[in-house]
């Protein structure tokens, strides 16, 4: 049997992480309320990189060209094993949803990630 570990400790843990590697500014870690008490997201702001050509009016904190989109996913992809490292060093899962319309019968994490630019 596993002991429950409460939402903010997760959050807690998961953002210890995510700021020793991204710095304290550049990472926020915050979990969900009322129904979706068991959400946790994370937000992490990185630096464009050396090799984006977006044009002026296209830099938004969305990425848009080849460059900033390997670099958001390898980003995303980074913070979800850091918060993954995170819960498993405390003993702990994310929370889980299926799908609202029963076609996926596959449990997901319930963990947001969101990887903005400044």
């Not at 998961?14 to 309320?33: D, E, H, M």
């Not at 009016?57 to 900033?68: I, L, V």
């Amino acid at each position: 049997m596993t002991n429950y570990i409460q939402t903010r400790e997760k959050t807690k843990a998961i953002k210890k992480r995510l700021v020793a590697v991204y710095g304290a500014k550049n990472v926020s870690v915050l979990k969900g309320t009322g129904t979706a008490s068991h959400w946790i997201t994370s937000t992490v702001y990185i630096e464009r990189p050396s090799t984006c050509i977006c044009s002026e009016e296209e830099r938004g904190r969305w990425p848009n060209c080849d460059a900033c989109r390997a670099m958001s996913r390898e980003t995303d992809q980074r913070v979800e094993e850091i918060a993954a490292l995170a819960l498993q060093e405390l003993g702990a899962v994310f929370g889980t949803y299926y799908s609202d319309d029963y076609t996926d019968s596959t449990p997901h994490d319930c963990h947001l990630i969101n990887i903005y630019y400044r």
